[in-house]
């Protein structure tokens, strides 16, 4: 795994991109329009936990297919920092 300028290229058979947006107290509206367009997203960058948001350290976070099927992950608190 390699990082980019904010994305982070997973290498395997395809090359994906995930795009993080770490937005703060903003997250809570980006999360709340997911909700509301009910767009499909996940607590996990591997897609196994449906429907759901992550809370780790204290914050809130969910990843979502942009047009291309590239993964998008949105915080509202970075990991790491405490929770």
Known sequence: MERLDGEILVKGEEEARLGVFAVGKPGNAVLARIHQ???????????????????????????????????????????????
């Open 37 to 83: 367009k009910k767009l499909e997203h996940w607590a996990d960058p591997m897609r196994t936990r449906p429907g759901e948001i992550n809370r780790n350290d204290g914050g809130r976070g969910v990843y979502f297919p942009d047009p291309d099927g590239h993964s998008l992950e949105v915080l509202t608190r970075p990991y790491g920092s405490g929770g």
